[in-house]
C-alpha cells in the first residue's frame, strides 16, 4: 500500500501596494487565498513604514517581512531561502514597470495588475528584461478567467460563429460622474492624476479591459483604429470617456466604448461577437451565462456548470467550484488567474495559463494608438505590431 | 335635451403601393384601422392594373377607385367630392417623393413611409412643395410613436436626465446575413437595390430610425459625425452595415450602429441616453418598458399605463388603449400616427403631432453625410443646417 | 381572364354592454376591426337609453339600431334582412347567461366575456340550449389565442415534453389591494359585488384565465383540487386571492394562484409546465417569447415569428400579422379570436377555432369546486365530469 | 507611537466527512478560508482509514490530526493545548445529530450542515445538550447570508412592506429528474437512501432552505399547513417534489414547493413576498438583485454594494467584499457564515450572527408536519411550538 500523496506546498505569495483602504489589493489577497495555493509571507504595503506595518500586521503577517519599500524587499526576499514565490504588484499604475523591474532583476516572479505600464516603450522594456531573465510573469485580466468567457473563446477559435464581421464591447461605470478627485477620495485622485495613472485616464483603466476582452474571446487584434477620446467633467485631468471604432484585418468592424461617466452603470462589461454563422453575447454583471444566437435557430442560454455546451466548449464550461445555479463571480474568476498561475509555476508551458507581458505590450499599443489617433481628429490610425 | 354628439366622420384614404406580397402596406391599413379614425377608400397597389384591380378586390374597395397609375389617382381623387383625405405613401424609397409630389399638387395630405427620399435635394425640394402649397405630411417615423419613448422625449425635456453626455443608439437585424437579394427574395431584391432604395442600404432603412429616435428622444441633433459604411455579404450593391461616432453642439458624445447581418437579431432597435442626473433606456422589443437610472439610486423600471412616473411623463404614460401589464406594441405605436395625424388634420397646429417633412430633410442630411464622411475615410463631417 | 376574387363580406356585430367608460366593451371593438372582418353596426351599450345612444353616437352607429335593451335588440336585428351576425356581449357576469339566452333562441350567434356564467347549472343550461339551437359560440379566453400560446399547446400534444409532471400557473394583478369599490370604482363595484360577479372574485375574474390556459396548454383537467380562498382587504364581499393544488389523472401535480392584491403587479399571468423530457416557460407580460428547456441543455428562447421553433410548432410560430421583433401583445391575441370566429362562422368545424361552451362549463366546474374544497376546508374535492 | 494592533489569530476548524468526491465539504472549506478567519487543521474525512488519510494529505494536513473516526477526534481534539475551536459536520444527514453530540460533549463549537437531524426528537435533544452546555452551534443556512438577503429581512422588519399578505417561494432543480440513484451516482445514493437522509427527500434537502429563507426574510413562521409530497421517479424511496400551502398567524397566505424533477432548473430559489405597502423579489441565481416594487410606484432594481436602497437596509447592503457589478455569489455568502460564526466565537452575542439550532428545531417541525399533513390526505395542520 503506498502513501497518500501530499498536494504541493502552497506557493509563498509577496505583496506591493494594497495597504489599509485599497481595493484592489484586498482583492488580490482573497483571489491567491480561495483555492489555497498561495499564502502571503511578506509585504511592502506602503511607502510610510508605520503604515506598512500595521497593514501587514493586520494581515498577521511576521513584522521582519513587512518592508518599507519594494527594493528592500525584492533583495531581502531573493536572498532568504524561503523567500516568496513570486510577488503580486498591486500600486498605482506608474510603479507597475519600476517595481516589476526590481523582483525580475531579483529573479522573483511577477503578478502585476493591469495596466502594464504607462507608456509602450517602458512595456517593452520589461517584455525584453523579463524573456531575458526568463522570469514569469502574469497580467491580472481577470475578466478572461471567467469560465464562460473560456468558453467562449473555444467556441470562437473551433469556428462556432464562423467569420467573425461584427464587435460590440462596452465597459460603462459610473463612479467618476461627480469630480470626487477634488473632494479627496483616494481611488478618484490617483486613477485621474497623470503621474500615477500614466495619460490614459478610463481608457487605461477600463478601456484597456474592454480591448484585451474583445481580442481574448475573438482572438483578434483590430488593424486600425479611429479614437475620439473625451472629458465630460470639467477640472478633471485625464479623459473620462473613450469611443473607438475598429477595423480587423480578416474584414470585421467593430466599436468599442468605455466611461466612467455612464449614469447608473456600476461595472458594466459587455461583449457581443456576430459572426457570420452565429453571435455571442456575455455581460460581467450576469457572468455564467453565455447567450449563443445561431443564425436561424432560437435563442440558447449557456450557463457555467451547466448543460447544453457545443462540443467545443464542453470541457471549459464544467472547469469550476460549483455546479450550475451555485452564482460565481468575480472573486472566483480572480481566483482563477492565481490558480492558473500557480500551475504555471509548477508547471511551465510554453503558451501559459494567464494573460501575459504580450497581452501587457499589446494593450499599450492600443492605448497609445487611440492616444495618436484622437490627436488626429479620429483619423484611422494602424497599430503597431 | 340635447342631442347625442356623433364621432367626426372616419377619414378617407387611399394608398399608394402595398399591393400582395408587400409588409409594410399591410402594417398601415392595420394601424389606420385600429382606432378607427380612416377608411380606406381607395388605391393604385401596383403598377400592374390586374394586380391592383385583385389587391383592391380583397381589400373590399370599389373597383373605379383602385387605379393602375397613381398619377389618375392623384387626379381623379381630387376631383371627387367624396375624394380621400390622405394618401399612405408605401412604395419602394425612389418612388416616395414623385407620388408625394403628384399628391401635395393635387392638394392631397400625405402620410408617407420613410426615408423620406434617395437624396437630401429631393427632400428639400418636396418640403418647399409641401410649405407651398400648406398641405399636411406626416413620415412614419413608427418608433417616436410608442408611449413610452414619447414620455422618455417629455421626461428629457423636462430636465430629468440633467445635461446630456452620452447618446447610445442601436438598430440590429439579421435578415440580410445572407445575400438573399440573390435568390429572388422581394423585399431584399428592392431594397439592396440603389435603383429603387437609393445609394444607402442599411443605412437608409434601418439607420435613419436609429438617428430619429435619438433626436426625437434627446432633442438633439448631431452637430459631426465620424462614420463607417461597410457590405459584408459579397456582390450587395449597398452597405449592411454602418457605425457613427457623434458629437453634438452641447458637448455630448454617442455612438450610433445599425446592421442588417447581426446575426441572431430580429429588429432590436435599442436607445440609450446618459446624463449629468440619470439614465434613461429603452429596448423596442420590450417596448412598454424604460428604464430611469438616476445617479445614486437603484434601477427604476416604469411602464406603460403603470405608476411612478416622474411629474414631468405622468400624462403621457397613460395615453393608450390598454392599462399596464396588457402588452402592447408595434401596431399600437403605428397606429398611434394615424390616430394622430387624423387629429393633425382635424385640429391643425403649428407644431404638428407627427413627424413630418422637416425630419425627413435631417434623416436625409444624416444619410448624405455618413456617405461623405465614409468616403472621407470617416473624417469627422458636419452635418448641413 | 378571369374576374378578382372579392374577400368574403365583413360579418356584422352587434355588442351588449361596453357603453362609455367601459374597459373590455372597447378591447373587443379594436379586436373586431383589427384584421377588418368585422362590422359594428349594432348595440345595446346600456340600460339607460340615453346613454345607450350617446354610445351608439360616438361609434358612427345608425340610432335605430342602438338599443335601450337587448330583449329589443334581440328580436330587432333577428328580424332585419341585413341584421347582425353575431353578437358581443361584455356586461357584468350575472347577465352573460340571460343576454345570451335571448340572442341564441333568436338565433344569432355570441361572442362572450368570461366567465361564461355565475354558477354551473347556469353554465350547463346555456350549452344544452346552444347545442339544441346549434348556434355558434365563442368564449374570449383571449390568453389562449396568442400564438406563441398555441404553438405550446401543439409542442406538448406532440410530445415534446415528454409526460407531464409539474403544471405551475399564476395570475397575479394589484388593482384591488386596496378597497377601490369602498371609493366608487366602477369596475371594482361590480367585479366585487357577489350580485353582478357571481360568488367567486378573483377566483372567477382571473383564476378561471389561470385554469383555462394551463388547461390549453397541458391537454389536460385536473382531476382533483385542494384550494384556499382568501379576502385581504377588509369589508371586501367576495374573494381577492386564491391558491390551489392540482392533482391530474396522468400524476402530475400542479400549484395554481391567482391574486388581485399582489402588490406591484400587473397583469402577470405565468404558465410553467414540467415534464419528463423538457419545461416550457411563458409570461404573459412577454407574450412573443417561449422557453424551451430540455433537460440537459442550454435554456432556449424560441420567438413569435422567428426561427428555430421544433417541427411540432413551427407552422404555429409564424401565424401572425409582423415578422419577429415586431411586438405583438394583447389586442393582437383579443383580435385573433375575432379572426378566428369568423372564419368559423364561415367555414364550421366540428372542433371550432376557438374556446367556447365547453370551456365555459369546465371553468364553472373549476370554480364550484374550489368553493367547495374551500368550504371544506382544502380537502381534495374531485371535479365533477 | 503605539505598536501596531495584530488581527486576531485564524481560528482553529476540523472537518468531519468532506472526504474525496464530495461537494459539500469543498465549499465549507474556501468558505472558511476565504475571509481568512480559519484554518483548517484537522478532520475526520471517511470512515475508512485510509481515504481520510488521502483527504488529509491533499489538504496539507498533519497526519496526526487526520482521523480515522470522530469519536477519536473528538476526544483528540479536545486534549490539545492547540485543539480545534470548532469543527465542520459535512456528512450525511443521518450523522449530524451524532457527531454533534460527540463535539459538543467535548465542548466543542459546531458548525453542522443543513437539515439538522433526521427527526424533530433527535434535534431537540441536540438543542437541549448544547443549551446545557454551553457550546455555539452554527447551522449553514447559506441563503440566509447573502447581503441582499440580509438587507430584504431588515427592510421587513421596518416595516418597508407593509403588513405581509402572499408569501411565494419556491426551490426548484432538475438534478434528479432521471433515477441517478439506480446508476451509482454517489450524492444521488445517499440522498435517496431514508437510512442517509432522512424520511424526507427533496423535503429534507432543499424544502427546508425555502422554508428557512421565507421565514428569515418575512419574520414569520408558519402557523398551519397543507401538504401534498410525491415522488415522480419510479423506484425512488423518497419524495422528489413537496408543495405547501401556508397560513399565517398574522392572516397572511402563502405556497412553498421544491422539486428535484424540475426539469431545466439548476438551483432556482426564488422568494416573494407581497405585503400591504410592498413587494420585494429575490432569485438566487441573480442573487446581487433585489426588487422592490412600491405600490402605485414603478419597480426598483437594487444591488448589492450599490444605491438607492432604503435607510433600513441601507447599512446591510454594503457589508460585502467587493463594489457593486463585482459579481458575488454562493461562495461568499457560505463565507459569510463563517466570518459571523467567528465573530460570535470572539464576541459571544445574545441573538447570534447566525442561524443556529432553534432555526434547525423549527425546520424539522416543518419537516414533520409536511409529512403528517400528507399523510392525512393534506389536511391543515397545526405546526408544534
Redesign the interface.
Known sequence: ?SA????P??LRLGMVGGGQGA?IG??H??AA????DWQLVAGAFSSDA?RA??S?????LDPARCYGDWQAMARAEAARPDGIDAVAIVTPNHLHVPVATAFIEAGIAVICDKPLAVSLDEARGLQRLARARRVPFALTHNYSAYPVIRAARAMVAAGE?GTL??V?V?YA???L??PLEAGGHKQAAWRTDPAQAGPAGCLGDIGTHAAQLAEFVSGQTPAQI?A?L?R?VPGRRVDD?V?V?L?YAG?A?G?L?A?Q????????LRLRL??????LHWD?????QLW????????????R?????PESAAGLAGVT????????????AFAQLYRDFAADLRDPQPSPRVPGLADGVRSLAFVETVLASTAR????TTLPD
Chains 1, 2, 3, 4 share one sequence.
Not at 4 to 7: D, I, N
Open positions: 500500500m497518500p500523496v501530499s498536494a506546498r502552497r481595493f484586498a482583492v489577497r482573497i487565498r480561495l483555492d489555497d508605520e506595518r500595521a501587514g500586521a493586520e494581515l498577521r460563429i464581421r461584427l460590440q462596452e461605470q459610473d463612479w460622474a461627480e479611429s475620439e473625451h465630460f470617456h469611443q471604432q477595423r474584414g468592424r466599436l466604448w466611461s461617466v455612464a449614469t447608473g452603470e456600476a461595472n458594466h456576430y459572426g457570420s454563422r452565429a453571435a460581467q454583471e450576469a457572468p455564467e449563443l444566437n445561431r443564425l436561424g435557430e432560437g435563442s440558447l442560454c449557456l450557463r456548470g451547466g448543460h447544453g455546451w467550484r460549483t455546479p450550475a445555479g451555485h452564482p460565481e463571480g468575480y472573486l472566483e481628429d479620429g483619423a484611422w
